[in-house]
Antibody, heavy 119, light 111 residues
Framework: QVQLQQWGAGVLKPSETLSLTCAVY????????WSWLRQPPGKGLECIGK????????YYNPSLKSRVSISMDIHKKQFFLHLSSVTAADRATYYC????????????WGTGTTVTVSS | QSALTQPASVSGSPGQSITISCTGT?????????LSWYQQYPGKAPKVMIY???QRPSGVSNRFSGSKSGNTASLTISGLQAEDEADYYC???????????FGGGTKLTVL
């Protein structure tokens, strides 16, 4: 059974860079988009971006595009999120998720990483 | 403001059926069948309940069903159970972004 395990720093100071890793276990890396999403406390889900197995970024959320970077290491079956210059508005639970090429739904999710930004 | 519009809350009694609507535009729901629904319990990651408008992943109860008409999609839960109390999000591919957008979420209360 495919699992996504994610980790990274949960407490940041304003202006620091958020860095998260998501590792894929029990399934292939190829044949899927790999996505990052976030959910502010008490609010809905927001897509941050997605990357394919070739490292091609085909979507970044326009509101975050200037600060976000998604990359991957196919050999380690990991993908990464970096969000620079964080502020209190970036406080959220961040999720990684898998998206099949053929159906554009998020079929496997990580457990989430809660990120707090505080001076 | 979310790209897709859902009611903020719905409620029903055990055994009843409820329907959650999700309204989009011709750029998303109206054109593409890449429409999915997610169930989320507090503090947990979302779980896909319906994909491609009507398809249920293995292990999801057949009490959950999906449909679409024009720019509006619907999730119906029949035989409501206490365990169905959760937040539900619709999600659609949109040509505007080349990826997906979500609705604002609907809180289902089982009375």
């Amino acid at each position: 059974q495919v699992q996504l395990q994610q980790w990274g720093a949960g407490v940041l100071k304003p202006s620091e860079t958020l860095s998260l890793t998501c590792a894929v276990y029990g399934g292939p890396f190829s044949g899927f988009f790999w996505s990052w999403l976030r959910q502010p406390p008490g609010k809905g889900l927001e897509c941050i971006g997605k990357i394919d197995e070739f490292g091609v970024i085909s979507y970044y959320n326009p509101s975050l595009k200037s600060r976000v970077s998604i990359s991957m290491d196919i050999h380690k079956k990991q993908f990464f999120l970096h969000l620079s210059s964080v502020t209190a508005a970036d406080r959220a639970t961040y999720y990684c998720a898998r998206v099949p090429y053929t159906s554009f739904h998020l079929d496997v999710w990580g457990t989430g990483t809660t990120v707090t930004v505080s001076s | 403001q979310s790209a897709l519009t859902q009611p903020a809350s719905v409620s029903g009694s055990p055994g009843q059926s409820i329907t959650i609507s999700c309204t989009g535009t011709i750029s998303d729901i109206g054109t593409y069948d890449w429409l999915s629904w997610y169930q989320q319990y507090p503090g947990k990651a979302p779980k896909v309940m319906i994909y491609e408008v009507t398809q249920r992943p293995s292990g999801v109860s057949n009490r959950f069903s999906g449909s679409k008409s024009g720019n509006t999609a619907s999730l119906t839960i029949s035989g409501l159970q206490a365990e169905d109390e959760a937040d539900y999000y619709c999600c659609s591919f949109t040509a505007d972004r080349g990826f997906v957008v979500f609705g604002g979420g609907t809180k289902l209360t089982v009375l």
